[in-house]
Every structure is written in C-alpha cells, then in structure tokens.
C-alpha cells in the first residue's frame, strides 16, 4: 500500500466521527492519531513514533480532511526517507 494509501486510511481514523454525527473531541485526537498510526501498517516501532510525534506536532483540530491527507503523506515520506 502506497504512504498516499496509509495517509487516508489515517486520516478517516482521525476525523471519524462518533454515532452521533459528531467528530472527536480534541482531547481525543491523540488517541485516535495514536491508534491510527499504530494500525497503518507503517513500518517498525521507530519509524511509527517519528511519524505519530510529527503528526501531533502538525495536526490541530483546525485541520482540514484534505490538507491533513497530504499532511500525513508527507510526514510519511520524510520519515522513510530518513530511516531509509
């Protein structure tokens, strides 16, 4: 799967909304980040905190959908290409 792929399933786990139309409140936007990172399928423990310590650092709750999808891809590509 594409960084593209991972970065919008990561994206719809973070801006998922609960039962009752709601998005997350933003104290549980770390959770949510958190858990998308981990399930992502994005590579070794290390590469996974880099790129959850990105995101935390560059996502607020202002963020729109669209911009974090590339927000996430980048982080994602920067961080294989440091690793890597």
Known sequence: M????????VAMAIYAK?????RFPIEDLEDALYHAVEVCGFGH???KADLYAQLAEKLTA??????A????????DS???YYG
């Not at 594409?2 to 399933?9: D, F, I, T």
């Open 18 to 22: 609960d039962p009752d139309n709601e």
């Open 62 to 67: 202002d963020t729109k959908f669209n911009d």
């Open 45 to 47: 423990d290390e590469l």
């Open 2 to 9: 594409s960084n593209a792929s991972k970065a919008l399933v």
């Open 69 to 76: 999808v590339g927000i996430i891809a980048d982080a994602m």
């Open 79 to 81: 961080t294989e290409k």
